[in-house]
């Protein structure tokens, strides 16, 4: 088989939650910001995401990262995150997990620092790892953008209950509920219904709402849900679970909900600068954070917050895409997949026709 399209990846997980790091393979991006990089992405080559996201070689599940050359002169990176549904402005697990690699397998030439600044659609991100004497990174830390309140106390009826949930951005916007209002657990075997009533919340959020960020005007609706409950783990303030995408389950407490919430504690008087706050992730993972300072985004009170977390590579992959492939930008199953596998079917080689089984 001629092999015409390969793509390079590492990955890693942080705290449970995957990350394929796109390192080689993917056509270069245009724009003088990641914003537009990203749009540009989104236009010509989202085969690319599915191919790398989607089924055979992901699952309904992933999540990706694709480094590049920053477009921010201070910035040492830059980053554009991905998953099965579409993309994401900012990711805190992810950039746990892009640095993480970074600094262990050196894809970055001439590295030899452990303070990072990665430029993303949301803003530049500053990061610093801690990195023990064999070379191992034991965490990363990350300062992310400014977080705030964006509304508090929206009242909402879905699916026949009525819901209080806290909007709030952390990189990207959050509608945050509890668990008990839902009437769900935040455990693995309820992943069904936690993912169900993400994407049912979350779809009549952004069609009551115009959500929009004050100074970004390209970020804009609710793209996450965060359901949280009482901590299981003894150090932790809040258990959470991040629905985002197609009604992917985030694995890891995630950064930016963990800014999010910070940023709604703080709001609400419940969390001091400095002080420090640990969330727990489905599966028993924490992040630890903390409010570093307050500041300003066009009119709402935000803080600056930073997350801990550590991740571990996982693997590293080279995919081809053949052509040739009738499944090759990939596809999904259940109710989330719709019938996106089925959108386009190449002419098998040397052949007239191509049968695809059942």
């Known amino acids: 088989m001629p092999i015409q399209h390969l793509l390079t990846t590492v990955d890693t997980h942080t705290e449970g939650e995957p990350t394929r790091i796109i390192l080689a393979g993917f056509p270069f991006a245009r724009g003088a910001t990641m914003s537009e990089r990203q749009q540009d992405v989104r236009e010509r080559f989202d085969h690319l995401r599915r191919a790398l996201m989607h089924e055979p070689r992901g699952h309904g599940d992933m999540f990706g990262a694709l480094v590049m050359p920053p477009a921010h002169p201070e910035a040492d990176l830059g980053v554009l995150f991905m998953d099965s549904g579409g993309y994401l402005n900012m990711c805190g697990h992810g950039v746990i997990g892009v640095v993480t690699a970074a600094l262990q397998t050196g894809f970055i030439s001439g590295l030899s620092r452990t303070r990072l600044i990665l430029d993303t659609p949301a803003g530049l991100v500053r990061t610093q790892a801690w990195v023990a004497a064999d070379g191992a990174v034991e965490s990363v830390t990350f300062e992310n953008v400014p977080s705030f309140l964006w509304r ?23 509608a945050i509920v509890s668990a008990d209002a839902l009437g769900v657990s935040v455990v693995p075997r309820s992943v069904d219904q936690l993912a169900k009533a993400g994407v049912q919340l979350r779809e009549c959020v952004n069609r009551e709402l115009a959500v929009s960020h004050p100074e970004i005007p390209h970020i804009r609706g609710v793209t996450s849900v965060q359901i949280f409950e009482p901590p299981r783990h003894p150090e932790a303030a809040v258990r959470n679970v991040i629905v985002f995408g197609r009604g992917s389950v985030d694995r890891s407490p995630c950064g930016t909900g963990t800014c999010a919430k910070m940023a709604v504690l703080y709001a609400r008087g419940e969390l001091g600068l400095g002080q420090e706050f640990v969330h727990e992730g489905i599966l028993g993972g924490v992040f630890r954070g903390r409010l570093l300072r307050e500041t300003d985004v066009g009119g709402y009170q935000a803080v600056i917050p930073e997350v801990t977390g550590r991740a571990f590579i996982t693997g590293f992959h080279q995919f081809v895409i053949d052509p040739a492939d009738p499944y090759a930008s990939g596809f999904l199953l259940g109710d989330a997949g719709s019938d996106e596998g089925e959108r386009k079917h190449p002419p098998d080689r040397g052949s007239k026709e191509l049968t695809v089984p059942p």
Request: no cysteine; hydrophobic share 45%.
């Open 152 to 174: 508090r106390d929206v009242t909402l009826l879905v699916d026949g209950r009525r819901l209080g949930v806290d909007i709030a951005f952390g990189g990207t916007f959050y």
